[in-house]
């Protein structure tokens, strides 16, 4: 399978506890991106990565979450001290230039 | 005012009609322009890019932009019962894809 590979696909965790997803991009594709959907929203922006440039951070996005890209392959996203405000869809998305191809999203259940 | 909106819906149509939906966006400088269709528990999927002010055609879709009025719109020729998901807009800058909420469209049989 060449397209964009997320996992873990689901995760469930107490809230307070670490949690690390990771994306594998398609494999030309310098840019990628990380999204968080909830019930009934659109995608809402979180990070951008072109290579290992991380070049935007949604102002959203708390000082508890965290993503990384390095030697500009996969990347991943953490986010410490989980509430239950950050259950969601979180989606990867990568693109060479123009349109961006979604992975399958990892959905995370903050209990 | 939102970056990328769009009517909520649903938009519920007969099957075989034509089905509109609409997205304005804030951003004069945006470059590129986007539909993804996204059914229930799944991620968006690309059905449509559009770069240029007019019309593109792919099969039954058809993708409109208005620079001038910041608007996109897709139109659905002959509906089909599984044409029925969410309807994502999406606009491109110079980096970042931004998302509106998305269009729920039920296709009635």
């Known amino acids: 399978d060449t397209g964009v590979s997320q996992n873990p696909r689901h995760k469930i965790t107490k809230r307070g506890q670490n949690v690390t997803f990771r994306c594998d991009p398609i494999?030309?594709?310098?840019?990628l991106y990380w999204y968080r959907q909830t019930l009934g929203q659109g995608p809402e922006f979180l990070t951008y990565f072109q290579n290992e440039a991380q070049l935007e951070k949604s102002r959203l996005l708390s000082d508890r979450f965290s993503a990384e890209r390095p030697k500009g392959s996969f990347s991943t996203l953490e986010i410490q001290r989980t509430e239950q405000g950050d259950s969601a869809m979180y989606l990867c998305?990568?693109?060479?230039?123009?349109?961006?191809?979604f992975g399958q999203g990892t959905r995370l259940t903050v209990v | 005012q939102k970056e990328v909106e769009q009517n909520s819906g649903p938009l519920s149509v007969p099957e075989g009609a034509i089905a509109s939906l609409n997205c304005t966006y804030s951003?004069?400088?945006?470059?590129?322009f986007f539909w993804y269709r996204q059914y229930s528990g799944k991620s968006p999927e690309l059905i449509m890019s559009?770069?240029?002010?007019g019309d593109k055609e792919d099969g039954r879709f058809t993708a409109q932009l208005n620079k001038a009025s910041q608007y996109v719109s897709l139109l659905i020729r002959d509906s089909q019962p599984s044409d029925s998901a969410t309807y994502l807009c999406?606009?491109?800058?110079?980096?970042?894809?931004?998302f509106g909420t998305g269009t729920k469209l039920q296709v009635i049989p």
């Open positions: 998305a990568s693109s060479a230039q123009g349109y961006a191809f």
């Open positions: 951003d004069r400088g945006s470059q590129s």
């Open positions: 494999s030309e594709h310098n840019r």
């Open positions: 999406a606009v491109g800058g110079y980096q970042k894809v931004t």
């Open positions: 559009i770069y240029s002010n």
